[in-house]
Nanobody, 114 residues
Framework: QVQFVESGGGLVQSGGSLRLTCAAS????????MGWYRQAPGKQRELVAR???????YYSDSVKGRFTISRDNAKNTVYLQMNNLGPEDTAVYYC????????WGQGTQVTVSS
């Protein structure tokens, strides 16, 4: 059974930084693209960053230049470094493969105060 365990969220002031971590129990972790998604209150879940098995990255326009996704295949772990956070980044952040597969984890809450 695939599991994703996200951590690292919290409350931060505008302009601050957080680093999210996702541990994935996915046997094919090293060969699939992984992504960070987020869901703000009242909105649909959206993909904000993706990294391929070859470390090619993609970012949504809303986070480009501020967020950095990385992965450690030896640890089945994917990271999201978030800098210059703003209130619009407040959401629950999830990781999953891209495209998503299996059950979603509980996510980690990121709250940015103005």
């Amino acid at each position: 059974q695939v599991q994703f365990v996200e951590s690292g969220g919290g409350l931060v002031q505008s302009g601050g930084s957080l680093r999210l971590t996702c541990a994935a129990s996915l046997s094919s972790f090293g060969i699939v693209a992984m992504g960070w998604y987020r869901q703000a209150p009242g909105k649909q879940r959206e993909l904000v960053a993706r990294i391929t098995r070859g470390d090619i990255t993609y970012y949504s326009d809303s986070v480009k230049g501020r967020f950095t996704i990385s992965r450690d295949n030896a640890k089945n772990t994917v990271y999201l470094q978030m800098n210059n956070l703003g209130p619009e980044d407040t959401a629950v952040y999830y990781c999953n493969s891209v495209p998503s597969w299996g059950s979603w984890g509980q996510g980690t809450q990121v709250t940015v105060s103005s």
